[in-house]
Each structure stands twice: as C-alpha cells, then as structure tokens.
C-alpha cells in the first residue's frame, strides 16, 4: 500500500516560532521510527516569520539545526511570494501543523488548510479561534457550565483612552477582583504579557504592557491554588488522559519559568484524590467539546486544595509537542507513546476530514 504523504507544518509568525521548530523536531524522529516509516513519508515545511514558505532542503536544514535560519525575518521584497506555496505542498495527503500562537494555532492557518481540502491535524477554525482568544474561551466555558474564576474582560481603548475612563476601569476591577489579580492579552500563548500584580501602580502599568500586546485583555482573580493539566485525544468521542501537574518555585508560571530549564518541574501522574483527578478528566472532555475540538487538545485547571475547587483556566488546542512537553508526556504515562500519539492524530485527521454518509 502507497505510503501518505504528510505535510510537517512549522515555524510561522509567532513569538513562539522556536518552541515550534523544537516540536516540529520531535513528531520527525516519530515519523522515523520502523513502524510510522512503513506508513508514512514526512515532508517538513518551513514557514520563515517573514511568512515565506521553504520545503525540501531548506526546510530540512532547518529541523537538523533547531533554530531558524538567519534569513529567516527579512523582509520579503514581493509580498505576492507569501502566497506562492512550494510545488511539493499539492502531494500533501494529511497535513501536521505545529505553530504555536498567532497565525498558527488561532485559526488562521486552519482556514486556509481548510481551503486546500486535505485533511490536517487538530482543531478547526471554530475550535482553534475560540481557544487561542480567552474571552471568547470563557464565554463558551460559563455556557457550558465550568466553573472559573472571577474575571472581567478588558479592550485596549479602555486602557489607552482618556484621564477620566481608564481609573474608572482600575475602580471596577479593584472591587470585583480584588489583589492579587493577574492582567493577561487575550490571544497570546507562552505567558507573554502576563503580569500578577498587587496594587494600583501595578495594576495601571500592566493594563498597559498587556495593550501593547493585543486589542482584548481579560483581568482574573488571583487563586491560591495547584496548576494540573490534562490532555485530550479523540473527535467525537474524546479521551483524557491522567492528570498532571507543575510546580515551580516562582510567584507565576511566567515565560521565564516556563522555559528555563530547572525552573519548573512536571509530576505525572498530579498526587491527586482519585475524585478530584476524575473530575479534571471529566471537566477536559466537556472543556473540549464546548470548543468543538478535534484531535488534540491539553486543558489547564487551577485545584484549590483547601476547598477541593476545581476552576478551569483554558484549553490549549495546539500544545507544546516536544519530547518534554506536558501533552505527550501524558499519554505516555496513559499508556500512549509518541510514537504511536502522532500516528493516532494522523488518523483522526482523517476521520475528521472524510466525506459524512448517513
């Protein structure tokens, strides 16, 4: 039987352009193994953050060293060149996309997939938007019944605008939510421009660092509380994985913790009461489900441990997916090893895709 094609999708325009390169690396060394090579050959792409599109060597060249190229954000002289897709691109039989961020696991690039009607992995447009924006993540959660912690969603005209409005917003969050409260953009991944703060000076400033990263702001109640994580897998009939946790030694899980190595450890499985990690699991599925997800999805909870709480904090449907990412991790621990994790995406990209007869 002809092997499928696939279409490894990396790098893109994003902040997290090199933790997708790092992902990219390790669903490659899968695609290697005996098993995955007798199914499917790889053909890794490489969109530059300048947007142009690489394949064969160059994209290759690019996986082999970890890190971008040079050349990789010049400006591109024809902007027409951003939509002139290598050759290769039409033998894709199943894309895997794994950018990370905007224009990557936002929904964007989802849509013009979609347009090339093949089959990719992950979530779709719905699914992919919805989870990368937290406003609207949160709206679909409170419809669904899940409970969160107090928040109030924020637009960056509120935080830029005139002497009289921006204390008036200082006023209400300082009496709804309180100190500490943590001020996030609405569609960034990674922690970026996530601050927790303490005060009216904090506050005031981290308004305006997050409106410098995004139009939509969401400002949360601080939590005492552990950070657990579960993983979902599957289409129509979704299954979670168990529960892990991470802890760290730092005020917040900011981007210098999350990806300094040292600064956080990872405990699979989360030393949790079997109630409480059952009902993260049945609180993923339905995360999952209120966002119309499909293939892959990791959902990030806060557990008050002195009340038995469980709060969720948002899905992500397009996780890390290096070898010591908390998505794959999981299923290893669930008794799914990466190997034989990114052959059951492929696959569900297929289901996903294929023709519905009644």
């Known amino acids: 039987m002809a092997k499928q094609q696939i279409g490894l999708l990396f790098g893109g325009q994003s902040g997290e352009h090199e933790v997708s390169i790092r992902s990219a690396q390790a669903i490659a060394r899968a695609f290697a193994t005996e098993k995955n090579n007798a199914r499917y050959q790889l053909h890794p792409f490489y969109i530059q953050k300048n947007g142009l599109w690489q394949s ?29 897709f290598p050759a290769s691109a039409a033998n894709v039989d199943v894309w895997f996309p794994v950018l990370h961020g905007p224009n990557g696991e936002d929904g964007t690039l989802q849509g013009l997939l979609q347009l090339m009607q093949v089959p990719y992995v ?15 993540t949160k709206m679909m959660f409170a419809e669904a019944g899940l409970p969160q912690v107090p928040y109030i969603a924020v637009n960056r005209a509120e935080v830029w605008s005139n ?30 421009g996530i601050h927790k703060v303490r ?21 949360e109640s601080g939590v005492e509380a552990r950070e657990v994580e579960c993983a979902v897998l599957g289409n129509d009939n979704p299954k979670a994985s168990v529960v892990g946790e991470i802890t760290f030694d730092s005020d917040f899980y900011d981007y210098e913790t999350k990806y300094t190595e040292g600064l956080s450890q990872v405990h699979i499985p989360a030393d949790l009461p079997e109630a409480i990690a059952r009902k993260i699991q049945e609180m993923a599925i339905q995360a999952f489900q209120a966002v119309d ?36 991790m999981l299923w290893e621990s669930s008794g799914v090893d990466f190997e034989d994790l990114v052959d059951r995406l492929v696959k569900l990209a297929i289901e996903r895709h294929a023709p519905q007869s009644r």
């Open 56 to 84: 064969t060597d160059k994209a290759a060249s690019v996986l082999s060293a970890g890190s971008p190229p040079s050349d990789s954000d010049d400006p591109v002289a024809n902007t027409a060149s951003r939509w002139t």
């Open 122 to 136: 992950g979530a779709g447009v719905l699914a992919s938007s919805a989870g990368m924006d937290k406003i609207a």
């Open 163 to 192: 002497p009289c409005v921006f204390p008036e917003l200082c006023d209400r969050i300082e009496k709804k939510l309180g100190y500490p409260c943590f001020v996030k953009p609405a569609n960034l991944g990674s922690s970026v």
């Open 199 to 219: 005060s009216r000076n904090e506050l005031e400033a981290a308004l305006d660092n997050a409106a410098s990263f995004d139009r939509r702001l969401v400002v």
């Open 293 to 328: 997800g499909s293939g892959i999805s990791r959902v990030d909870f806060f557990y008050v441990e002195s009340t038995g709480e469980v709060f969720i904090n948002e899905i992500n449907t397009l996780p890390g997916f290096t070898a010591t990412s908390m998505y794959p």
